[in-house]
């Protein structure tokens, strides 16, 4: 049964601690998105890679957030120092994206990390 | 800016009943729209995809319509159960953009036995 996996699912640390999610794409994904869920502003895509290259991360705090994919089996995010309005839900989704007319963009999502910053 | 609107924010029905879910959308150069269930403190989860040369999808007792032309999408559900209690989000990408989504902030559905 092929699912997106991320650890750790919860994570509770004091502001200005370094903090690093992961996640591990579907087996065969050829793209890999960052979300961050808050009740306020719901789900927000910060970045997503293609090929493990870096695609989009214009919805991404440059200054403290960074992604990065080392292999096609792992995806990180980064932030460092974190603050109290980092705390949110922090999910990966991955997809087997197609482009054209006849294409595919379905995603597939990871359970999340809930992260809270004290 | 693109925006998806879903309306009602929450729902009670009982149980048996069918009921429809509203997704509205500003952009009408739509590439999909994508309807996913999430319960809470659970990922999302897939439900169903509409291409934008599709009309509608259907899978089991729930169905998804999409039309283009007025900004709308639907998710019908079919005699509700209490398993079918979770939040539904549509997302909808763009011709621009196909990769991405953009999310409403979903339907909290109870349904009551």
């Known amino acids: 049964d092929a699912r997106v996996t991320q650890t750790p699912r919860d994570k509770v640390t004091e502001m200005g601690q370094e903090v690093t999610m992961r996640c591990q794409p579907i087996?065969?994904?050829?793209?890999v998105f960052w979300y961050r869920q808050t009740m306020m502003q719901g789900l927000e895509l910060l970045a997503y890679?293609?090929?493990?290259?870096?695609?989009?991360d214009s919805g991404m705090p440059k200054d403290r957030f960074s992604a990065e994919m080392p292999d096609a089996t792992l995806a990180t995010l980064k932030i460092q120092p974190s603050e109290p309005r980092d705390s949110a839900v922090y999910f990966c989704?991955?997809?087997?994206?197609?482009?054209?007319?006849?294409?595919?963009?379905?995603?597939?999502f990871g359970p999340g990390t809930r992260l809270t910053v004290l | 800016k693109q925006e998806v609107t879903q309306i009602p924010a929450a729902l009670s029905v009982p149980e048996g009943e069918n009921l429809v879910l509203n997704c509205s959308f500003t952009?009408?150069?739509?590439?999909?729209l994508q309807w996913f269930r999430q319960d809470p403190g659970k990922g999302l989860t897939s439900l169903l995809l509409?291409?934008?040369?599709?009309r509608e999808q259907t899978s089991g007792r729930l169905n998804a319509s999409l039309d283009k032309s007025s900004g709308r999408s639907t998710l019908y559900i079919a005699a509700s159960q209490p398993g079918d209690s979770a939040t539904y989000l549509c997302?909808?990408?763009?011709?621009?953009?196909?990769?991405?989504?953009?999310f409403g902030k979903g339907t909290k559905l109870t349904v009551n036995p």
């Open positions: 989704a991955s997809g087997l994206v197609t482009l054209g007319l006849a294409g595919n963009n379905e995603q597939f």
């Open positions: 087996l065969g994904h050829n793209t």
């Open positions: 890679f293609r090929n493990r290259a870096p695609l989009d």
């Open positions: 952009d009408s150069a739509i590439y999909n």
């Open positions: 509409i291409q934008s040369s599709q």
């Open positions: 997302a909808f990408s763009t011709q621009g953009g196909s990769e991405k989504l953009v």
